[in-house]
């Protein structure tokens, strides 16, 4: 992650199907370096992918709450 070039930044940032401006694709590649560390943390001493925690956000949860509902998933 670390050597990720910004060309190939842009590559990748385009592969997600991502239209950001060039600012924000700066903004991405600076904090793009400080990945590889977290993942080394997340998924070193032998774990991998599939061990890291699942997280889902259900934006149909989050529309149309009203009052009564604020809070409530």
Do not use: C
């Amino acid at each position: 992650m670390g050597n990720t070039s910004r060309d190939e930044f842009e590559i990748l940032v385009r592969r997600a199907g991502l239209a950001l401006p060039p600012e924000e694709v700066d903004e991405l590649y600076q904090a793009w370096s400080l990945m590889g560390p977290m993942l080394e943390r997340v998924r070193g001493h032998g774990r991998d992918r599939g061990m890291e925690a699942a997280q889902i956000f259900k934006v149909d949860a989050w529309i149309g709450r009203g009052a009564e509902g604020e809070g409530k998933i």
